[in-house]
């Protein structure tokens, strides 16, 4: 998981989402914050998606756990999720 790299883009976005250049398979399989605001997409280092902008922030894995805790991410009944990245 070193080589990974995470992003939160807004979910206005993920129509432009190839989803080739991600791990997740299609807008279903993303994970949304809690207001559904949000989503975090997963790719490798060194290959930055084509709807990449510097406007959003990049985590590495370590980074995206902690910010997951982040009530903005906590939906009931997805705790467990945490450990799914």
Known sequence: MDDRIY????????GSINFDEIYDTSEETLRLS???TKTI?????????SFYSEEYTE???SEI?????????????????????
């Open 7 to 14: 992003l939160v883009i807004p979910t206005s976005i993920t």
């Open 34 to 36: 809690a207001d559904g």
């Open 41 to 49: 997409v997963e790719y490798n280092s060194g290959s930055r998606p």
């Open 59 to 61: 985590y590495t894995h």
């Open 65 to 85: 756990k902690a910010l997951l805790f982040n009530t903005e991410w906590i939906i009931e009944d997805d705790s467990d999720c945490i450990d799914c990245l």
